[in-house]
T-cell receptor
Framework: NAGVTQTPKFQVLKTGQSMTLQCAQDMNHNSMYWYRQDPGMGLRLIYYSASEGTTDKGEVPNGYNVSRLNKREFSLRLESAAPSQTSVYFC???????????FGQGTRLTVV | AQSVTQLGSHVSVSEGALVLLRCNYSSSVPPYLFWYVQYPNQGLQLLLKYTSAATLVKGINGFEAEFKKSETSFHLTKPSAHMSDAAEYFCAVSDRGGGNKLTFGTGTQLKVEL
């Protein structure tokens, strides 16, 4: 049982480059989330998708876009990467009306 | 708006000693509360959760937490620390609304010394 799978695990980008972080879950969860983790700041919500076909901004959405491709997949896109987007990115999923979120292993992104 | 405050970014205990990690929350509605643990270079794993049933919640690895509404607290405890407990711990609150978004505290790094 894979749970939440994120790809890639590591990535180095140059300023201005674009990339897409992929996330897939096999638990038939309705809700999916993207968080970023920075030292001393905990995890901050970038975007979330309460159900297939819907997406909403979280606390720190600037510089990011998302796509809920289907019920399983939720991708995060950086159109023009900036050094401030250097972070560890986590994807998570949960069932509607059940509150436990399951996390992927994270993507460590460095923008130089 | 909901928020979580974790007192102490770093806590150090001796092996066998009591572990106490503090969490206070702010929420306009009765909250769902969680503790997650993160080991180095890994994702977050759920330790325990409070969802308005029993106020004393038992989790994995011998951890427990007590919901105290009057103190708006949800502190995490373990009677006897083990070296394997060294990790970062996050308290989180859920909005209970559409999407069940989690708001996290800034984390507490637990160090366990011999």
């Amino acid at each position: 049982n894979a749970g939440v799978t994120q790809t890639p695990k590591f990535q180095v980008l140059k300023t201005g480059q674009s990339m897409t972080l992929q996330c897939a879950q096999d638990m038939n969860h309705n809700s999916m989330y993207w968080y970023r983790q920075d030292p001393g700041m905990g995890l901050r919500l970038i975007y979330y998708s309460a159900s297939e076909g819907t997406t909403d901004k979280g606390e720190v959405p600037n510089g990011y876009n998302v796509s809920r491709l289907n019920k399983r997949e939720f991708s995060l896109r950086l159109e023009s990467a900036a050094p401030s987007q250097t972070s560890v990115y986590f994807c998570a999923s949960s069932r509607i009306r059940d509150t436990e979120a399951f996390f992927g292993q994270g993507t460590r992104l460095t923008v130089v | 708006a909901q928020s979580v405050t974790q007192l102490g970014s770093h806590v150090s205990v001796s092996e066998g000693a009591l572990v106490l990690l503090r969490c206070n929350y702010s929420s306009s509605v009765p909250p769902y509360l969680f503790w997650y643990v993160q080991y180095p270079n890994q994702g977050l794993q759920l330790l325990l959760k409070y969802t308005s049933a029993a106020t004393l919640v038992k989790g994995i690895n011998g951890f427990e937490a007590e919901f105290k509404k009057s103190e708006t607290s949800f502190h995490l405890t373990k009677p006897s620390a083990h070296m394997s407990d060294a990790a970062e711990y996050f308290c989180a609150v859920s909005d209970r609304g559409g999407g069940n978004k989690l708001t996290f505290g800034t984390g507490t790094q637990l160090k366990v010394e011999l």
